[in-house]
């Protein structure tokens, strides 16, 4: 079932449509593979110190080799790999110096849709029922995973049926919302060019074809340098390697969650909230939103908000798209069941802060080319008045690897410093107006309130 899951995601036509329109460098493809990332010494006391951590996450003789190597010869870990290079992307070399990287990390250059699978890390911390996060004073404490059974949700990774008593009362709700719902119709599967009208039709707001948004979208952080860090598509099996890899270094983010994946791991999502990071709705069978009946939106949506009220205890205020495929038909429906849109930042159609890493596992882009681009994220984030969100994934092996790797490390060693943050934290909010039950209501409007 977990291997399903993970193909039909890994589908190259889904991760091509996730490639889109992010930051690509030219990269110089004649397979020379030198080492070009700074000395390990450079690294701050923080990074070092991660090095326990990260053995623990990411073990692979190819690991260990590496840092042996590294720690022998001074160089970062920066080793080529004559077997990928033969069978996958031609592989060049990174067009920048990394600040640092994680001794223990993967060569970057195996970090490929081919790669062998590494042993995964059970989860060390499980939460007992009643447990509060102690950001979050005002919550309830947490339900008891255990009794959590997926029989009692829809099939995972389809779109749940509509004739449901949850979901006919879903629809209830958001009739009596007070929200309109736009009604022009959903849009075709293939895109902006298998639907040339509905794109031109600036009333859409389609942000998928030409990036429009609206006020109450969250697309940046507001201040300079503050960086909203997110996941996408978890809790996976390699989720507890990225997690263990944030408390180390004392950062926490916001993840975008499936409702499939959530009930599959219902005690990693309480881990994730407990140790302080932000949760937020991320559909239920991530399809394209635009492209479903309102009635099907609210069935995602609805089922999503309730497997993570059953295993926290909490429901979530805020939403990211799949794909980033929203327009103002999807918006209502989501601000109608009170979600805010939470978007990544775009400052142009070829610039937008998507690290690509979702397209290492389907082979769509090569480890150079993840780097490169963020490297452009992070030289576009020092030219822009405000801070920035960046989309990046906890599903795959490969992007779990780029990130604890490469990616959070260099970031953490990258002057000047980030502040480094949960979503609506970089809002200026307490971690409380993430959730309905929690939100401070005198202060923050809630999505469906806000809208009429
Ligand atoms: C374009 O839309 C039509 C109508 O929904 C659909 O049958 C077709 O498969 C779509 N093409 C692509 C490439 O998705
Ligand atoms: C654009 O979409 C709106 C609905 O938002 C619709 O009323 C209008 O007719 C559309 N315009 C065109 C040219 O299709
Ligand atoms: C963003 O990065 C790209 C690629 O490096 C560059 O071409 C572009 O000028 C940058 N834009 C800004 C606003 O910094
Ligand atoms: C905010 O309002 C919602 C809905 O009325 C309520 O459930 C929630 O408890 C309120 N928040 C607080 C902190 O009381
Ligand atoms: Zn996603």
């Not at 952080?221 to 997110?230: D, E, I, R, V």
């Not at 950062?251 to 990693?268: C, D, E, H, Q």
């Not at 937020?280 to 635009?290: E, I, K, L």
Request: net charge negative; with cysteine; charged share 15%.
């Amino acid at each position: 079932m977990r291997f399903a899951l993970v193909s039909a995601l890994a589908l190259p036509v889904l991760a091509s449509a996730h490639g889109r329109a992010g930051v690509r460098h030219h990269v110089v493809r004649d397979g020379t593979v030198t080492s070009s990332a700074s000395s390990t010494a450079s690294a701050p006391a923080s990074a070092s110190a991660s090095a326990s951590a990260a053995s623990s996450a990411v073990s692979s003789a190819a690991a260990s080799s590496a840092a042996s190597s590294a720690a022998s010869s001074g160089s970062a870990v920066v080793s080529g790999s004559a077997s990928v290079a033969a069978t996958g992307p031609a592989m060049g070399t990174i067009t920048f110096t990394l600040a640092s990287t994680n001794p223990t990390a993967v060569p970057y250059s195996s970090i490929t849709f081919n790669a062998p699978t590494q042993t995964t890390h059970a989860q060390t911390t499980t939460y007992s029922a009643g447990s509060v996060p102690s950001n979050i004073p005002n919550a309830p404490g947490i339900p008891n995973w255990a009794a959590l059974n997926p029989k009692d949700y829809p099939t995972l990774d389809k779109t749940p049926p509509l004739d449901s008593d949850e979901v006919k009362q879903w629809i209830q709700e958001v009739a009596n919302s007070g929200v309109p719902i736009p009604d022009f119709g959903p849009t075709n599967l293939g895109g902006c060019a298998n639907n040339t009208a509905a794109a031109a039709n600036a009333s859409r707001c389609w942000w998928t074809c030409g990036g429009c948004e609206r006020d109450y979208d969250v697309t940046t952080c507001p201040t300079k340098n503050n960086w909203g860090l997110t996941y996408d598509d978890g809790p996976s099996q390699y989720t507890t390697d990225l997690l263990a890899y944030l408390d180390q270094q004392d950062i926490r983010g916001t993840f975008y969650v499936v409702g499939s994946r959530a009930i599959s791991r219902p005690a990693l999502l309480q881990a994730e909230y407990i140790q302080g990071h932000q949760i937020a709705v991320h559909t239920w069978s991530h399809p394209y939103m635009t492209t479903k009946s309102n009635e099907e939106i609210i069935a995602e949506l609805g089922w999503t908000k309730k497997i993570i009220k059953d295993a926290l205890g909490v429901t979530p205020l805020y939403w990211r798209p799949p794909y980033g495929d929203i327009d103002d038909r999807v918006r209502a429906i989501g601000m109608a069941m009170n979600l805010y849109p939470v978007m990544w930042t775009r400052i142009s159609s070829t610039q937008t802060f998507d690290t690509l890493d979702y397209d290492l596992a389907g082979g769509q882009a090569t480890p150079v080319e993840v780097l490169d681009s963020w490297d452009a994220i992070m030289n576009n984030a020092s030219q822009i008045d405000t801070g920035f969100i960046v989309l990046e994934h906890d599903l795959f092996q490969q992007t779990v690897d780029i990130a604890v790797g490469y990616i959070l490390p260099e970031a953490l060693a990258r002057q000047p410093k980030y502040n480094i943050t949960p979503v609506i934290t970089c809002q200026e909010m307490p971690m409380s107006n993430a959730y309905f039950e929690t939100n401070d209501n005198s202060t923050n409007t809630l999505p469906a309130g806000e809208y009429r």
